[in-house]
Structure formats: structure tokens, C-alpha cells
């Protein structure tokens, strides 16, 4: 098992950038998926990007080219760099793992608020 903490969420205005860390408790280096979703006030979870062991990444389409997903596996650590932030980017923020046997994990998430 692993246990994910977020952290580096807050408030901010439009325009303004936050990053989001997601630590792990042990190695990441054999974790294939790790992600972040997002969940709105009254909306459900959605998907906000992805990163595979090999480097591989995907964005839902609101944030490409504002956001960038990236894991170092020497702090065992993910991250989520959020540029241009809108208010329709606020929401809490979830990060996920995904382990053998389709098991996947969750952190207890972190608040992301960006005003006008």
C-alpha cells in the first residue's frame, strides 16, 4: 500500500500560478499511473491530468497548456504546476495512484481557490 498527501493548495487570483505536490510514503518507481482530479462545489470528480512511469502524460483539455504534470521518483513525489489559473479552476484538488490488482489510492485532497 502507499498513503498520498497533497499539499500547496490555497488561494490565489486569475492568472496567478499554484503548484500541488502529492507525496508518497514509499517509492514511486514502480507506480505505473499517478494523476490529479478535481472536483468542484455540486460537480462531480473529473480527471485533470495523468502521468505514467514512463513520462507519459495527459490533460483534459481545459488546462493543456496551462498546467504540467510531472513525478520525481527520488523525492517520491508528483506534482501539478498550474499557470494561468482561472476561476473555473477552483475546486479541491485529488491525487491518485494506481496499484496492482486495479487498486488505486487517493490523498485526502487540498483546496484551490482562484478569484477574479
Known amino acids: 500500500q502507499v498513503q498520498l498527501v497533497e499539499s500547496g493548495g490555497g488561494s490565489v487570483q486569475a492568472g496567478g500560478p499554484l503548484r500541488l505536490s502529492c507525496a508518497a510514503s514509499?517509492?514511486?518507481?514502480?507506480?505505473?499511473?499517478m494523476g490529479w482530479y478535481r472536483q468542484a462545489p455540486g460537480k462531480q470528480r473529473d480527471l485533470v491530468a495523468a502521468?505514467?512511469?514512463?513520462?507519459?502524460?495527459t490533460y483534459v483539455d481545459s488546462v493543456k497548456g496551462r498546467f504540467t504534470i510531472s513525478r520525481d521518483s527520488a523525492k517520491n513525489t508528483m506534482y501539478l504546476q498550474m499557470n494561468s489559473l482561472e476561476p473555473e479552476d477552483t475546486a479541491d484538488y485529488y491525487c491518485?495512484?494506481?496499484?496492482?490488482?486495479?487498486?488505486?489510492?487517493w490523498g485526502q485532497g487540498t483546496q484551490v481557490t482562484v478569484s477574479s
Open positions: 514509499r517509492s514511486i518507481f514502480t507506480i505505473n499511473t
Open positions: 491518485y495512484a494506481d496499484l496492482p490488482y486495479l487498486l488505486r489510492t
Open positions: 502521468i505514467t512511469s514512463r513520462g507519459t502524460t
